[in-house]
């Protein structure tokens, strides 16, 4: 049986991770600190003699008993909300935690898949975003945490890979969304449905017309699953290419939810890309991937799990103040 490891496993990609590697006959250890995890996301897996979890913050020493094949490293925060709250462990887990990581990898002879994000490409000025392009980074701005210890991390990949001849891979994910994404933290598509599910207006910011391209979680996680069974150590997009103006997708909204809502504009935060959209020619041609699955299925079954949260999940809900975004 092959054993993989997962950090952030109590995550939003961590835990639909675990269950596919479970689904696909692995044993998995499932890790996280539970900082911005939710235990809710895993509880289903605890019976299992498959699946085993540690509360552990992988900025420390990593141990994990036993012969290992494979390691996923998905802990971090991961919201603009989240890297405003608690920058220095962003940058830590992006680090220190890689560090460690990669080290466990050597030792145990084990292959690393490393999550890196859309964000090493900054605010792009090449568009839509080819693995080649460089990036257009502010290292001091809000994202800067973020997006710097994402850009070292894959640094610090590549030095392994190509110094100590690890076998490395490294997904530059974009946006993603489906159920179990947190509800508070803070990114476009929770606070939307959190707002038309309490009956509040629908807050874009800037003048919307700023875009993503939003990819389904069940089509990243095949993309990743790819990935890590190929043999291409190269950092590889994968994300949805289908790109809306953030305006639209409010109004996609309204009409998906049903609700006579309203968009009301708040100030665009500092550093907010204008433009985002994955080129996916790698990811076609080297692993035989593409999303399956439109924005209207996706945002559907999105929808259906908001919906199904308790009330008081809803009520407890922080909402994301655009000043709280500018101002930490
Ligand atoms: N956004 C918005 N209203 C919100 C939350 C986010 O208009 O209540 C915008 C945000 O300014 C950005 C886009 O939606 O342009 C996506 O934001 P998100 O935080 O989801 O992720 P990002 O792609 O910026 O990391």
Redesign the pocket.
């Known amino acids: 049986m092959k054993r993989i490891l997962i950090t952030g496993a109590a995550g939003f990609l961590g835990s639909h991770l675990c269950d596919r590697f479970i689904a696909e006959g692995y044993y998995v250890y499932g890790m996280d600190n539970l900082i911005t995890g939710d235990l809710k996301n895993i509880e289903h897996l605890f019976k299992l003699d498959t699946f085993e979890f540690y509360h552990h913050d992988v900025t420390k020493f990593v141990h994990v008993p036993g012969k290992l094949d494979y390691i996923l490293h998905f802990a971090s925060p991961a ?3 989240d890297y405003l709250k608690i920058p220095i462990q962003t940058l830590k887990v992006g680090a220190l935690g890689t560090h460690n990581l990669l080290g466990l990898a050597k030792d145990k002879g084990a292959r690393i898949l490393i999550a890196s994000t ?2 090493v490409y900054g605010d792009p000025q090449v568009h839509p975003q080819t693995e080649e392009y460089y990036g257009n980074v502010n290292t001091i701005g809000p ?1 800067g945490v973020y997006d710097e210890a994402k850009r070292f991390q894959e640094s610090i990949t590549m030095a392994y890979h190509r110094f100590h001849g690890l076998e490395t891979r490294i997904v530059r994910i974009f ?1 993603t969304y489906g159920p179990r994404m947190r509800l508070n933290d ?4 929770p ?2 449905m959190g ?1 038309a599910l309490r009956g509040e207006d ?5 003048d ?1 017309l ?1 875009t ?1 391209s939003f990819c389904y979680v069940d089509d990243q996680i095949e993309g990743i699953y790819r990935l890590l069974l190929s043999d291409y150590s190269l950092p590889i997009n994968i994300g949805n290419p289908h790109e809306i103006t ?1 305006k639209d ?2 109004e996609e909204i309204i009409k998906l939810t049903g609700t006579d809502q309203k968009i009301i504009y ?1 100030p ?2 500092k550093d ?2 204008l433009q ?1 959209q994955p080129d996916i020619s790698k990811a076609k041609e080297i692993l035989g991937w593409e999303p399956k699955v439109g924005r209207e299925e996706g945002m559907k079954k999105t929808y259906d799990y908001f919906r199904m949260l308790s009330k008081e999940d809803l009520e407890k809900t922080e909402h ?1 103040d ?1 000043t709280t ?1 500018n101002k930490p």
């Open positions: 919201s603009p909300i859309s964000e994202r946006n803070g990114r476009v598509i606070a939307f707002q629908l807050t874009v910011f800037g919307g700023q993503r953030i997708f409010a708040k665009l935060p907010d890309p985002r994301r655009f975004r």
